[in-house]
C-alpha cells in the first residue's frame, strides 16, 4: 500500500515515513500545489496531511482532490487545533484530524491496516 505524506518540514515528513514504514510505501511531497496532483493521479491508498503548505494550502488541496474523485482516506495532521479548524477539516474531505505536536500511537492507530487487511 502507498501512502502520500504532504509536509513541507522535510524532517518531520521523513520522521512520519519512517513510523509508517513498517505497512506502507511512502513518498513525501513538501507543496500544495505537487501534492494535490499526486493524491489525484498517483494511485495512492491514503494521504498524510499538512494545511499550511507552500502554494495551495491543506484545505485547498483536499477540495479539489475530493472534487476530482479522489476517494483515498486523508489524515490531516495540522498544528491548527481550534475546533474551526478541526470542523472544517472534516467537512472539507478529511477522514481523521490529528494536531501537532502528535503522538505516534495515535497516528499509528489511525494508520495501521487492520488484521488481515489486504490478505486473500
Known amino acids: 500500500m502507498r501512502v502520500l505524506i504532504v509536509e513541507d518540514n522535510k524532517r518531520l515528513a ?3 515515513r519512517d513510523i509508517l514504514k513498517r505497512w506502507y510505501d511512502c ?3 513538501g ?3 505537487t501534492g494535490c ?3 489525484v493521479d498517483g494511485g495512492y491508498d ?3 496531511l499538512d494545511l499550511m503548505l507552500p ?3 491543506g484545505i485547498a488541496l483536499l477540495k479539489e482532490a475530493r472534487k476530482k474523485g479522489c476517494s483515498a482516506p486523508v489524515i490531516i495532521l495540522t498544528a491548527k487545533s481550534e475546533i474551526e479548524d478541526r470542523v472544517l477539516g472534516l467537512e ?3 477522514d481523521y484530524y490529528l494536531t501537532k505536536p502528535f503522538d505516534m500511537q495515535e497516528l499509528l492507530a489511525v494508520m ?3 488484521p488481515g487487511a489486504g490478505e486473500t
Open 112 to 114: 495501521k491496516p487492520s
Open 55 to 57: 502554494g495551495m494550502d
Open 31 to 33: 507543496d500544495g500545489d
Open 46 to 48: 491514503a494521504a498524510v
Open 37 to 39: 496532483c499526486l493524491l
Open 92 to 94: 472539507s474531505g478529511a
Open 14 to 16: 521523513e520522521s512520519i
Open 27 to 29: 513518498d513525501i511531497c
